[in-house]
C-alpha cells in the first residue's frame, strides 16, 4: 500500500543549526510530493512542492527539498533555523488513489533551541 | 487573496446539538475540502467538493454532513456527535482536483464534544 513515513517524531536543534527532516514514501510513480509547516493551534502553510524538473527545490522561509527517485525520498532542510522555525512539519504526496487526495506522513516535531 | 477562512474559531457542543462549521474561500478555486485532525496526528481527508459536486467521501459516518452551496463556501452540519469526534477540523481548497494544484488551508474550527 502507498505510504508516506517521516521516522523522526521529534527533532531538537539549536538555533542557528542546520536542520534536516526526513520524508520517505511508497508508491510505484513519481509522486506529486509536498512539505507543509503547522504552528501550534492552526491550519498549514505549504513551504514548497515537488512535481518534475529540477529535484531540488526552493521554498518559503529559508527551506528546500530534494527529491531523490533512488531512495524514493524527499528531505527538508534548512541552513540556520531560527527560533520562528519552531511547529510541526508533515511530508505529503498527492495523487495517489485519486487525484486531489493527499496523503500525510505522521509529522516531525521540531523544537528549537536557544 | 490567498486566504481560506474558517468559522468559528472554537466550538463546544453536546451529543444532542447541531452546529455547522462554515468555510469560505475568494480564490476562483474549483476544489474544496474537508479534513479532520487530531491531537499530534496528520490530517485525514473526509470530504472532497469538485465544481460544489461531492467527489470523495472517505466513509465518514452520516452525523456529518457536508454542503457546498457555491463555489466559494463550504459547510459541515454537525448532529448526533460523539466525544471522540472532538479535534480539529481542517478546510482547504486548490484550483482543481488535480495534485499538481496545492491545497491551501484554513486555520481550523477546534471541535470540542461534551
Known amino acids: 500500500a502507498q505510504s508516506v513515513t517521516q521516522p523522526d517524531i521529534h527533532i531538537t536543534v539549536s538555533e542557528g543549526a542546520s536542520l534536516e527532516l526526513r520524508c520517505n514514501y511508497s508508491?510505484?510513480?513519481?509522486?506529486?510530493l509536498f512539505w507543509y509547516v503547522q504552528s501550534p493551534g492552526q491550519g498549514l502553510q505549504l513551504l514548497l512542492k515537488y512535481f518534475s524538473g529540477d529535484t531540488l527545490v526552493q521554498g518559503i522561509k529559508g527551506f528546500e527539498a530534494e527529491f531523490k527517485r533512488s531512495q524514493s525520498s524527499f528531505n527538508l532542510r534548512k541552513p540556520s533555523v531560527h527560533w520562528s522555525d519552531a511547529a510541526e512539519y508533515f511530508c505529503a504526496v498527492g495523487g495517489i488513489q485519486g487525484a486531489q487526495k493527499l496523503v500525510f506522513g505522521q509529522g516531525t516535531r521540531l523544537t528549537i533551541n536557544p | 487573496d490567498t486566504e481560506v477562512t474558517q468559522t468559528p474559531k472554537h466550538l463546544v457542543m453536546g451529543m444532542t446539538n447541531k452546529k455547522s462549521l462554515k468555510c469560505e474561500q475568494h480564490m476562483g478555486h474549483r476544489a474544496m475540502y474537508w479534513y479532520k485532525q487530531k491531537a499530534k496526528k496528520p490530517p485525514e481527508l473526509m470530504f472532497v467538493y469538485s465544481y460544489e459536486k461531492l467527489s470523495i467521501n472517505e466513509s465518514v459516518p452520516s452525523r456529518f454532513s457536508p454542503e457546498c452551496p457555491n463555489s466559494s463556501l463550504l459547510n459541515l452540519h454537525l448532529h448526533a456527535l460523539q466525544p471522540e469526534d472532538s479535534a480539529l477540523y481542517l478546510c482547504?481548497?486548490?484550483?482543481?482536483?488535480?495534485?499538481?494544484?496545492?491545497?491551501?488551508f484554513g486555520p481550523g474550527t477546534r471541535l470540542t464534544v461534551t
Open positions: 482547504a481548497s486548490s484550483h482543481y482536483e488535480t495534485p499538481n494544484y496545492e491545497q491551501y
Open positions: 508508491y510505484g510513480a513519481t509522486p506529486y
